[in-house]
């Protein structure tokens, strides 16, 4: 279920996809810090992206829920590569990271590199 939060979100991760924004990044705040990346073009071979989609499908399929239910307790997730998570003065760069939504409290988008 798409909601108004996840609405947002997304559009904000799609900006640095329009053309004199490319150097901005998704930045979200949650309780585990401020984390920093992109979100994965639609067209994307990424391999984290084909991993999680058949995590969740496999999931599903163990279960044998269809694809047209909902899953309990979940809001969904947001998939960034290029992540950078700073908490207090540490940080930590990874690969890709998936942020699930309910984790979000807020989110800009902007470049500080």
Same mark, same amino acid.
């Given at each position: 279920m798409d909601t108004l939060k996840k609405n947002i979100i997304t559009s904000y991760g799609a900006i640095p996809f329009v053309e004199g924004m490319e150097r901005n990044e998704l930045i979200l705040f949650t309780a585990a810090g401020r984390i920093h990346g992109t979100m994965p073009k639609d067209d994307t071979d990424s391999y984290i992206v084909r991993v !999680?989609?058949?995590?969740?499908?496999?999931y599903r399929d163990e279960r044998k829920i269809p694809d047209d239910v909902l899953l309990d307790g979940n809001d969904g997730f947001l998939i960034l590569e290029n992540v950078t998570l700073y908490k207090d003065s540490t940080t930590i760069n990874f690969p890709s990271l998936t942020v699930f939504f309910d984790q979000i !409290?807020?989110?800009t988008i902007g470049n500080i590199h």
């Open positions: !999680i989609g058949e995590l969740a499908q496999d !409290i807020a989110v």
